[in-house]
Nanobody, 130 residues
Framework: QVQLVESGGGLVQPGDSLQLACAASGLTLNDYGMAWFRQVPGKGRKFLAA????????YYASTARGRFAISRDKNKNTTSLLMNNLKAEDTAIYYCAVDRDYNDYYYGLDLLDDGDFDFWGQGTQVTVSS
């Protein structure tokens, strides 16, 4: 049984940095994609960043590129999202997700959405406010 547990959310001020973590268990696949999404009330989940588990290739949505950085630790079975220069509009629930069918070509097309991912964490709230 695959389980994803996010942590690291909280209340921060504009301009702060915050690192989220996602601990994964129950994954027995040879390779897969892990990603971060976020969701604000009344809207769907928006893709932010993804990473391939084996090689660590990274992919970013335009909204995340330059300010956010995704990484993974194979020894700890975790993926992290470092968010810099946070703004009020970054306030959202942040989710990590796993895609069993990672494909470098498809990920590079910048078409990833929540329908591509098979497993989800429960989410962690990030609030950016002064």
């Amino acid at each position: 049984q695959v389980q994803l547990v996010e942590s690291g959310g909280g209340l921060v001020q504009p301009g702060d940095s915050l690192q989220l973590a996602c601990a994964a268990s129950g994954l027995t696949l040879n390779d897969y994609g892990m990603a971060w999404f976020r969701q604000v009330p009344g809207k769907g989940r928006k893709f932010l960043a993804a990473i391939s588990w084996n090689e660590g290739r990274t992919y970013y949505a335009s909204t995340a590129r330059g300010r956010f950085a995704i990484s993974r630790d194979k020894n700890k079975n975790t993926t992290s999202l470092l968010m810099n220069n946070l703004k009020a509009e970054d306030t959202a629930i942040y989710y990590c997700a796993v895609d069993r069918d990672y494909n470098d070509y498809y990920y590079g097309l910048d078409l990833l959405d929540d329908g591509d991912f098979d497993f989800w964490g429960q989410g962690t709230q990030v609030t950016v406010s002064s």
